[in-house]
């Protein structure tokens, strides 16, 4: 049986995830936060300790799983020999896509969270996350470096920033179709938002001709 401390910290980083996911940090008060927690603000004084430390604590719990499943994927694929650039791809994308798959119904808003506050308009903030990610997103890197010798270290790193923007795109939802609304993002997309799986394909598809073909030496 929970606790009622237990209770209070998951229900401020349910509420964080999805405050934050919808309005960035700077957007979101910490006010807002307790009010729709029903909490306070000592609560999270108690619990984080600040709203930065309550950002980075769901951080840290939305990226968990996420790590561990690049992780597990990378050391599987490099005690094969050495991956190919889609294969590396796949091992990045899908789990963060995933989220969508394996966190029921707030996995969408974990999605949303996480891509969000990749790339927040704030350095300090996207430091916070990179804090949480860095080092298995390094190692992906070196991968594809390896794996694409015929582009110099510098293209493979601007290929990858760009692919780490394009998926932070689509966590955050910011090229889901808009209904009733034209434009080249509604035009018969709405698989793509409706099944993960698809758009997972599509992207890893996208990104590799992107690697393979549009890389400059």
Not at 38 to 46: D, M, P
Not at 139 to 165: C, D, H, I, K, T
């Amino acid at each position: 049986m929970e606790t009622p401390v237990e209770t209070t910290r998951e229900r401020l980083l349910n509420v964080a995830e999805q405050r934050f996911g919808e309005g960035g940090y700077e957007g979101t008060s910490l006010r807002a936060i307790t009010v729709a927690a029903a909490a306070n603000i000592a609560a999270v004084n108690y619990h984080f300790g600040s709203k930065e430390a309550l950002l980075r604590a769901a951080v840290a719990r939305a990226m968990a799983p996420v790590n561990t499943e690049r992780r597990r994927r990378l050391d599987q694929l490099e005690a094969g020999g050495p991956p190919t650039p889609e294969e590396l791809i796949r091992a990045f994308i899908e789990p963060g896509l995933e989220l969508v798959l394996h966190r029921g119904e707030r996995g969408a808003l974990v999605a949303r969270f996480i891509g969000r506050i990749a790339f927040d308009p704030s350095r300090r903030i996207r430091e916070l996350y990179a804090a949480e990610s860095d080092p298995i997103e390094s190692r992906y890197l070196a991968a594809l470096q390896r794996a694409l010798p015929q582009a110099s270290p510098e293209a493979v790193a601007f290929g990858y920033m760009n692919m780490l923007g394009l998926l932070a795109l689509h966590q955050s939802q910011a090229l889901s179709p808009t209904p009733g609304a034209a434009g080249p993002g509604n035009s018969g997309n709405t698989a793509n938002t409706e099944d993960p799986g698809k758009l997972a394909e599509n992207l890893v598809a996208f990104l590799v001709a992107a690697f393979d073909g549009g890389l400059r030496p």
